[in-house]
């Protein structure tokens, strides 16, 4: 049994040291370049744990946007969980963590910023299972939750960077004023005003509203932007738009080249795995929550993912390096 | 402000309210004929969903638009079926039925995109005049007649379908025996009933009028966008309901509404991209539309009187 244990620790500490070299440290492993026409598929890496996961989300888990970058996350640590998607309704969604948790599952990950409140109301009820909440910044004083968050405004500054040397003219489309929206919105805005382009943001009001998101794009494209970047599970319209008026496009969350793969020019990718390792980790050896962790450019949990199909140049792809090891070093604020 | 009031903005402003505008006229006109025949179906977000998947994954396989408006047009007709069995042969309440429909719309919608699609994967759009297959060169001098040549002939044939049907809508109604029956059942079944009209045969065929209309909104948004995701219509059709009683049961008047609704979303986008609305003031600018809506419903609510048979079912016994 000892031994047993012994062997499941070292293969979590294996894991950890895998993520670590794949996406930790330096300015070269912060970004990536995919090989133009490849699969962007994410290959399922050797299982983390034994331990059960439920992961409740409030868009699809194929969105190319946030969902799918938890699932993705997941699929690299080996990790196949019950899944419960599409729970928008705030309701519905505390219905499917608490069921989770009275079968008996071991950690349930509320994969949204708006289940708080019910986490507050159930976590307290299964002191046994942990729960893993975000985009939130603390986990509201609960001993059986870790929090997580994206610094999306790191990976918003380094595409605003790259932007500004495509054109001096930029739309943003943008859901809500809230949580990684707007941090990937305000430091797209900074890095690329720091570079000499004028930009202007449109928050539509609605994370998955893909009308409003199309006519918002159109109305940029309308203005004259010559880039358009945009985030949540809506900015497929604007995606669209962008393809319909050869307007290159910057994506977030996940990689948008699924969407566009000729206009795509750089995609910030959340690798939530990097932080649900340390997690896991810290959940198989007792210490069920009580901490907030985030995802760094730093810490490989923000990875810059440049499209190998787009002919970006090579200045200004050393742009967007320098800012990476710029904000790495704290020599860039991107708040 | 001045940079709205340039005549590309303003022509591109409106070019967008026309846009938007469709979806919403195909299914407020629909329910308009349904709510004049004393049917009033909350279903119509539902039915635009499963019309709106119908088409979007017809188009994505067969690469067909046409066949894809029909898919759409199809699935509207089949749940019309449904929604008019459950209401006017079973009597059911018509706002509970109407909600079960939407909500069956909105899952299943959601369950099928899953199960057949997944990923969001974008079809082409549907072509504007100027790019339609053999004839769109004939097109083409006419979006180039300065000023309002892109604002006229610039769209796709759905958004031409949609304004011509209302006239047609009214004098399907106005003109026509039919017309007169609807608007029998709407006011006085038992009246109707008593001078040989068919109330259920009438308000069967409202209903599936009014909900193939609602499958056509629902694919017209689908291949407008040309991508389909989890509940696509986002409320779109409530506020086509909405426009119903905003335009007082008068076709034109929902075009004015829907018109105006379309108007509002496009100028307020516009404002916020020229940054004439700041960024601080962007939750109460989206909130914008709604509040017009709800304005002039309050208004138009104590002036106008519905069909006064809406909602009630009928039966002779």
Same mark, same amino acid.
């Given at each position: $049994?000892?031994?047993?244990?012994?062997?499941?620790?070292?293969?979590?500490?294996?894991?950890?040291?895998?993520?670590?070299?794949?996406?930790?440290?330096? *300015?070269?492993?912060?970004?990536?370049?995919?090989?133009?026409?490849?699969?962007?598929?994410?290959?399922?890496?050797?299982?983390?744990?034994?331990?059960?996961?439920?992961? !409740?989300?409030?868009?699809?888990?194929?969105?190319?946007?946030?969902?799918?970058? $938890?699932?993705?996350?997941?699929?690299?640590?080996?990790?196949?969980?019950?899944?419960?998607?599409?729970?928008?309704? !705030?309701?519905?969604?505390?219905?499917?963590?608490?069921?989770?948790?009275?079968?008996?599952?071991?950690?349930?990950? %509320?994969?949204?910023?708006?289940?708080?409140?019910?986490?507050?109301?159930?976590?307290?009820?299964?002191? =046994? #299972?942990?729960?893993?909440?975000?985009?939130?910044?603390?986990?509201?004083?609960?001993?059986?939750?870790? %929090?997580?968050?994206?610094?999306?405004?790191?990976?918003?500054?380094?595409?605003?960077?790259?932007?500004?040397?495509?054109?001096?003219?930029?739309?943003? !489309?943008?859901?809500?004023?809230?949580?990684?929206?707007?941090?990937?919105?305000?430091?797209?805005?900074?890095?690329?005003?720091?570079?000499?382009?004028?930009? &202007?943001?449109?928050?539509?009001?609605?994370?998955?509203?893909?009308?409003?998101? #199309?006519?918002? %794009?159109?109305?940029?494209? *309308?203005?004259?932007?010559?880039?358009?970047?945009?985030?949540?599970?809506?900015?497929?319209?604007?995606?669209?738009?962008?393809?319909?008026?050869?307007?290159?496009?910057?994506?977030?969350?996940?990689?948008? =080249?699924? @969407?566009?793969?000729?206009?795509?020019?750089?995609?910030?990718?959340?690798? @939530?795995?990097?932080?649900?390792?340390?997690?896991?980790?810290?959940?198989?050896?007792?210490?069920?929550?009580?901490?907030? $962790?985030?995802?760094?450019? =730093?810490?490989?949990?923000?990875?810059?993912?440049?499209?190998?199909?787009?002919?970006?140049?090579?200045?200004?792809?050393?742009?967007?390096?320098?800012?990476?090891?710029?904000?790495?070093?704290?020599?860039?604020?991107?708040? | 402000?001045?940079?709205?009031?340039?005549?590309?903005?303003?022509?591109?402003?409106?070019?967008?309210?026309?846009?938007?505008?469709?979806?919403?006229?195909?299914? +407020?006109?629909?329910?308009?004929?349904?709510?004049?025949?004393?049917?009033?179906?909350?279903?119509?977000?539902?039915? $635009?969903?499963?019309?709106?998947?119908?088409?979007?994954?017809?188009?994505?396989?067969?690469?067909?638009?046409?066949?894809?408006?029909?898919?759409?047009? +199809?699935?509207?007709?089949?749940?019309?079926?449904?929604?008019?069995?459950?209401?006017?042969?079973?009597?059911?309440?018509?706002?509970?039925?109407?909600?079960?429909?939407?909500?069956?719309?909105?899952?299943?919608?959601?369950?099928?995109?899953?199960?057949?699609?997944?990923?969001?994967?974008?079809?082409?759009?549907?072509?504007?005049?100027?790019?339609?297959?053999?004839?769109?060169?004939?097109?083409?001098?006419?979006?180039?007649?300065?000023?309002?040549?892109?604002?006229?002939?610039?769209?796709?044939?759905?958004?031409?379908?949609?304004?011509?049907? !209302?006239?047609?809508?009214?004098?399907?109604?106005?003109?026509?025996?039919?017309?007169?029956?609807?608007?029998?059942?709407?006011?006085?079944?038992?009246?109707?009933?008593?001078?040989?009209? &068919?109330?259920?045969?009438?308000?069967?065929?409202?209903?599936?009028?009014?909900?193939?209309?609602?499958?056509? +909104?629902? %694919?017209?948004?689908?291949?407008?966008?040309?991508?389909?995701?989890?509940?696509?219509?986002?409320?779109?059709?409530?506020?086509?309901?909405?426009?119903?009683?905003?335009?007082?049961?008068?076709?034109?008047?929902?075009?004015?509404?829907?018109?105006?609704?379309?108007?509002?979303?496009?100028?307020?986008?516009? @404002?916020?991209?020229?940054?004439?609305?700041?960024?601080?003031?962007?939750?109460?600018?989206?909130? +914008?539309?709604?509040?017009?809506?709800?304005?002039?419903?309050?208004?138009?609510?104590?002036?106008?009187?519905?069909?006064?048979?809406?909602?009630?079912?009928?039966?002779?016994?």
């Amino acid at each position: $049994m000892k031994a047993k244990r012994l062997v499941k620790l070292f293969a979590v500490i294996f894991a950890i040291a895998l993520t670590a070299a794949a996406c930790g440290g330096g *300015d070269s492993t912060a970004t990536s370049t995919s090989e133009c026409g490849s699969d962007l598929a994410v290959a399922k890496g050797d299982s983390v744990t034994d331990l059960s996961v439920a992961l !409740v989300a409030p868009s699809a888990k194929d969105d190319v946007a946030f969902t799918q970058s $938890m699932v993705d996350s997941l699929t690299r640590l080996g990790i196949e969980p019950q899944i419960t998607d599409g729970t928008f309704v !705030v309701e519905e969604a505390a219905a499917a963590i608490r069921g989770y948790a009275e079968d008996g599952v071991n950690i349930i990950i %509320a994969h949204g910023t708006q289940y708080g409140g019910s986490l507050a109301e159930i976590a307290p009820d299964f002191p =046994e #299972t942990s729960f893993i909440w975000g985009t939130a910044s603390d986990n509201q004083g609960l001993d059986n939750v870790f %929090a997580y968050f994206p610094e999306a405004d790191q990976g918003g500054y380094v595409n605003g960077v790259i932007a500004a040397s495509l054109s001096d003219n930029i739309g943003l !489309v943008g859901p809500v004023e809230a949580g990684d929206a707007v941090a990937y919105i305000e430091g797209f805005i900074k890095g690329a005003e720091a570079n000499g382009a004028s930009t &202007s943001a449109v928050y539509t009001g609605s994370f998955s509203d893909v009308a409003l998101a #199309t006519t918002t %794009a159109q109305a940029h494209a *309308d203005n004259g932007v010559g880039v358009l970047t945009g985030t949540s599970q809506s900015a497929v319209g604007a995606v669209n738009v962008a393809t319909a008026n050869d307007i290159p496009w910057f994506g977030t969350q996940s990689n948008t =080249e699924a @969407w566009s793969s000729d206009l795509t020019v750089a995609s910030q990718v959340y690798h @939530w795995d990097v932080v649900l390792a340390d997690m896991i980790t810290k959940i198989e050896s007792g210490t069920l929550g009580g901490e907030a $962790m985030a995802l760094t450019l =730093e810490n490989g949990g923000l990875v810059m993912e440049f499209n190998g199909c787009y002919d970006l140049s090579a200045d200004a792809k050393s742009a967007a390096e320098a800012a990476i090891a710029d904000i790495i070093a704290g020599e860039i604020a991107t708040k | 402000m001045s940079q709205f009031f340039t005549v590309s903005v303003l022509l591109a402003t409106l070019a967008t309210a026309i846009r938007f505008a469709v979806p919403y006229l195909l299914a +407020a006109l629909g329910e308009t004929i349904g709510q004049r025949s004393g049917v009033l179906n909350l279903g119509v977000d539902g039915i $635009m969903l499963l019309g709106g998947f119908g088409a979007y994954y017809t188009v994505l396989e067969t690469q067909s638009h046409l066949a894809g408006i029909g898919v759409g047009i +199809a699935v509207g007709l089949f749940m019309g079926i449904v929604y008019a069995y459950v209401t006017v042969f079973l009597h059911a309440e018509q706002g509970i039925s109407g909600i079960g429909i939407f909500l069956f719309g909105l899952g299943f919608s959601d369950l099928l995109f899953q199960e057949l699609v997944g990923t969001p994967k974008p079809i082409k759009p549907l072509p504007t005049l100027d790019k339609l297959p053999g004839v769109g060169g004939i097109f083409e001098p006419l979006i180039d007649i300065p000023v309002v040549g892109e604002l006229l002939f610039d769209h796709n044939l759905l958004t031409y379908f949609a304004l011509l049907l !209302v006239p047609f809508v009214t004098w399907l109604l106005m003109k026509t025996t039919f017309g007169m029956n609807v608007r029998a059942v709407g006011e006085n079944p038992q009246a109707a009933d008593s001078l040989g009209v &068919s109330v259920a045969k009438t308000r069967f065929i409202a209903i599936l009028i009014g909900s193939s209309l609602a499958g056509l +909104a629902g %694919a017209t948004l689908s291949l407008q966008l040309a991508i389909f995701q989890h509940n696509l219509t986002n409320g779109l059709g409530f506020i086509a309901v909405a426009l119903v009683y905003f335009g007082a049961w008068q076709p034109r008047w929902v075009l004015a509404g829907a018109l105006l609704y379309g108007l509002v979303t496009a100028t307020r986008i516009r @404002w916020q991209s020229l940054d004439i609305i700041p960024q601080s003031a962007s939750d109460i600018a989206a909130m +914008a539309p709604a509040i017009i809506t709800i304005l002039a419903l309050v208004l138009l609510a104590s002036r106008v009187r519905g069909p006064a048979a809406l909602t009630k079912p009928f039966s002779r016994h």
